[in-house]
T-cell receptor
């Protein structure tokens, strides 16, 4: 199956700093998604990207769909303590013969924010 | 405002025991999914369903079974629990194919 390489695995940053994380793949995806998982909770969608080259913002978050369709990055500006959590990238492709899509998830970036 | 509800939240099983993880959603979503999350490994798709009466295998289906008799419910069955099935299990649903996934809070299962 498809593999996503997400980096970094973990980050410790000072409150107010900017954060950048990315995902790369050897496969082409037609959609890139970024999810955040708070401790003890399920992942929640942050940003969805549908076109190569697309740059989308959601408040302090900005994400881009790479031109090659094999990568994506997520930036968080001016980090705050509630940004703590695990961030997952996910690439989406159709599932064969089912009319549904499968998400391939990266292994996650664990973000810690030091007040 | 329930969304996707999973039960139980925590469970300890002995090797060879069986159990069912329950999942129900009140958003009238056709698409439902079961994922497992292992530390540092992201989420892996176990089974999915595109509507009542239709289920299919995902990436890691061995040792699990599912059914989808109603739109709302998508239970996951473990027949002979093994230590390799120790994980956190997430149920999710979506309104349309390729749409946003809404996740439950997860069920932490330990097999000893």
């Amino acid at each position: 199956g498809q593999q996503l390489n997400q980096s970094p695995q973990s980050m410790f940053i000072q409150e107010g700093e900017d954060v950048s994380m990315n995902c790369t793949s050897s496969s082409i995806f037609n959609t890139w998604l970024w999810y955040k998982q708070d401790p003890g909770e399920g992942p929640v969608l942050l940003i969805a990207l549908y076109k190569a080259g697309e740059l989308t913002s959601n408040g302090r978050l900005t994400a881009q769909f790479g031109i090659t369709r094999k990568d994506s990055f997520l930036n968080i500006s001016a980090s705050i303590p509630s940004d703590v959590g695990i961030y997952f990238c996910a690439g989406q492709l159709p599932l064969s013969g089912a009319g549904s899509y499968q998400l391939t998830f990266g292994k996650g970036t664990k973000l810690s924010v030091i007040p | 405002n329930a969304g996707v509800t999973q039960t139980p939240k925590f469970r300890i099983l002995k090797i060879g025991q069986s159990m069912t993880l329950q999942c129900t959603q009140d958003m009238n979503h056709n698409y439902m999914y079961w994922y497992r999350q292992d530390p540092g490994m992201g989420l892996k798709l176990i089974y999915y369903s595109v509507g009542a009466g239709i289920t299919d295998k995902g990436e890691v289906p061995n040792g699990y079974n599912v059914s989808r008799s109603t739109t709302e419910d998508f239970p996951l069955r473990l027949e002979l629990a093994a230590p390799s099935q120790t994980s956190v299990y997430f149920c999710a649903s979506s309104y349309r194919s390729g749409g946003e996934l809404f996740f439950g809070e997860g069920s932490r299962l330990t097999v000893l």
